[in-house]
C-alpha cells in the first residue's frame, strides 16, 4: 500500500462568518463556496485531519492549538448578534498538536501549545462550507508576528511530513487584503495587479523562483496597496513551504467580488487520483 501525499492550499476565506448567512453579503460568497464545494470532492476521503494557518491568529514566536474540544473566536465586528453566538463543532487533536510542536522543534522553531484557543474566522468560515459535517479534527497553528516570509515557507517545509499522514494543510487569508479600499472602486485596479502576479509566481515559475519572488513580495505590483499589512499573505508562505516543489493550481478566481475585486485560492501539489478518493490509495 503507498502513501496518499495531500495537496496544500491556500484559500482566500471571505468576510467574516458568511457561511452562516444569507442576503446579499452572503450571496458575494457564491462563487468561493463553490470552489470549497469542489475541493471537497477532489479530496474525497482522504483527510483524516486539518491543520489551519490562519491570518487572525498571530503571536510572539508559534503557537499551536491543542485542546480536545476548542471553542470559537468570535474576531469581526457590526455582524448581526445570533452571529456571535454560532458554533463550528468539530473536534481538536492533541496528538496532531504534539505531532506539529514536535516537528518544528526538529527544524530548531519554537512553538508552545494552547489548550484555550478555539476556531477564528480564518478557519470556521471555510470549514464549514468545506466539511459541513463538522467531524473532521482541527488543530490551528498561529503566525509569527514578525511576518518574515522566509521563517514562514520554512516552517510549511517542517510540517511537510503530515501530508503524509492524513493531514490537509491549509493556509487561510486573501489574497487581496485592504479593508478600506474594499469599500470603494480604488481596490480593483490593485487586486488584479497584485493578483496577476501571484498567478505568475504560484503557477508559472520554478519552484526556486517561486520561492525566491515570494521573500521578495513587497516588489510585487501593488504589493502594498493589497496587503498594507500582510497578516493575510503570510499563511500562503506555508502553504507553499510544504508543497515543496509540487506545482501550482488555482482553485478559486474571481474578478468582481464586491463590484470589482479580483480574489483567488491556489492548491499546490496533484489533487488526489479519482481511484484514491474514497479510501486508501493502493
Avoid: C
Avoid at 103 to 127: K, N, Q, V, Y
Avoid at 177 to 190: S, T, W
Wanted: glycine share 10%; charged share 20%; proline share 8%.
Amino acid at each position: 500500500m503507498n502513501k496518499l501525499r495531500l495537496p496544500t492550499y491556500f484559500i482566500s476565506h471571505g468576510g467574516g462568518p458568511w457561511p452562516y448567512m444569507s442576503g446579499e453579503f452572503r450571496n458575494n460568497f457564491d462563487k468561493l463556496e463553490q470552489s470549497l464545494i469542489e475541493m471537497r470532492a477532489e479530496l474525497g476521503n482522504t483527510v483524516r485531519a486539518i491543520l489551519v494557518v490562519s491570518g487572525h491568529w498571530e503571536e510572539k514566536g508559534f503557537s499551536i492549538s491543542s485542546g480536545a474540544h476548542p471553542g470559537m473566536v468570535y474576531d469581526y465586528h457590526g455582524f448581526p448578534e445570533h452571529l456571535y453566538h454560532i458554533k463550528y463543532g468539530a473536534p481538536g487533536e492533541p496528538e496532531l498538536a504534539k505531532r506539529v510542536q514536535a516537528l518544528l522543534h526538529a527544524r530548531g522553531i519554537e512553538a508552545g501549545l494552547d489548550p484555550t484557543r478555539g476556531f477564528d474566522h480564518g478557519t470556521f468560515s471555510i470549514l464549514k462550507p468545506l466539511y459541513p459535517e463538522e467531524s473532521i479534527p482541527v488543530v490551528q497553528l498561529s503566525l509569527d508576528a514578525g511576518y518574515d516570509p522566509a521563517l514562514h515557507l520554512e516552517v510549511g517545509r517542517a510540517l511537510a511530513p503530515l501530508r503524509d499522514e492524513g493531514v490537509l494543510i491549509i493556509g487561510s487569508g486573501l489574497s487581496y487584503h485592504n479593508l478600506p479600499a474594499m469599500r470603494g472602486k480604488e481596490g480593483y485596479e490593485p487586486s488584479r495587479q497584485f493578483d496577476a502576479w501571484l498567478q505568475q509566481t504560484l503557477i508559472h515559475s520554478s519552484p526556486y523562483e517561486r520561492a525566491k519572488l515570494l521573500l521578495e513580495w513587497e516588489q510585487a505590483p501593488s504589493a502594498r496597496a493589497a496587503h498594507p499589512r500582510e497578516d493575510h499573505l503570510i499563511p500562503l508562505m506555508v502553504a507553499v513551504g510544504a508543497a515543496r516543489d509540487e506545482p501550482g493550481a488555482v482553485t478559486y478566481h474571481q474578478t468582481d467580488f464586491a463590484g470589482g475585486l479580483t480574489a483567488s485560492s491556489f492548491r499546490f501539489g496533484d489533487a488526489p487520483e479519482p481511484a484514491t478518493i474514497g479510501g486508501d490509495a493502493k
